[in-house]
């Protein structure tokens, strides 16, 4: 069964420092997502992107947050100048459409000193 | 926005019996209900899923049942096993003409004892 990828699975990164989150999603999927969990909490979504656009965010995902699809696999999220809260696992997310179930990535978990 | 409660946060019960958790939704225009399981250090994985246009859907052990009116739904595990033991989710999304983003519930850790 085909998974979501993402990498790496631990990023460790100095306050201020710029972090980029890398996701390979499943081949069909066109609807694209993502989310963070802070350690003991529950899962919040960031942000949704469908057709090379940001279709969605929430209050979370402020100017210091981007995300893209370069090369038409690749979905990456950037992270400009990184803040001890921005500690999470970040889950990437991809449907075939918004009516369909979403398949996770495993995360990656990333770490601000 | 949408909000979603889930209850009880921690859930513990012998080999065997029956598990039910249960989350309330704010926005009555949610129509899509997952419940997600998540291993610790693992990905949140889909165990079952209920639209809004039918009340109760079971597989196996795992069921999920929907009230529309009162903005509730509800997971039963049944005859549950040592292997059931993990975070659970709750989710509601609006599919149609929404970008389908879930809001999650706070989750309910299920400890079985063998």
């Known amino acids: 069964e085909p998974e979501v990828t993402q990498t790496p699975s631990h990023q460790v990164t100095q306050m201020g420092q710029e972090v980029i989150l890398r996701c390979v999603p499943i081949?069909?999927?066109?609807?694209f997502y993502w989310y963070r969990q802070i350690l003991g909490q529950k899962v919040e979504f960031l942000v949704s992107?469908?057709?090379?656009?940001?279709?969605?965010k929430s209050e979370i995902f402020d100017d210091q947050f981007s995300v893209e699809r370069p090369d038409g696999s690749n979905f990456t999220l950037k992270i400009r100048s990184t803040k001890l809260e921005d500690s999470a696992m970040y889950f990437c997310?991809?449907?075939?459409?918004?009516?369909?179930?979403?398949?996770f990535g495993d995360g990656t978990r990333l770490s601000i000193l | 926005g949408e909000n979603v409660e889930q209850h009880p946060s921690t859930l513990s019960v012998q080999e065997g019996d029956s598990a039910v958790i249960k989350c309330t939704y704010s926005d009555s225009a949610s129509n899509y209900f997952p419940w997600y399981k998540q291993e610790l250090g693992k990905r949140p994985q889909l165990i079952i899923d209920i639209r809004s246009n039918v009340g109760e859907k079971k597989d196996q052990r795992i069921a999920v049942t929907l009230n529309k009116t009162a903005k509730h739904f509800s997971l039963h595990i049944t005859e549950t096993q040592p292997e059931d033991s993990a975070v659970y989710f709750c989710?509601?999304?609006?599919?149609?003409?929404?970008?389908?983003?879930?809001?999650f519930g706070q989750g309910t850790t299920l400890q079985v004892k063998p």
């Open positions: 081949s069909n999927h066109l609807y």
């Open positions: 997310a991809g449907a075939q459409n918004p009516n369909q179930p979403q398949h």
């Open positions: 992107f469908y057709n090379n656009e940001i279709s969605e």
């Open positions: 989710a509601a999304s609006q599919l149609i003409g929404n970008t389908g983003k879930l809001i």
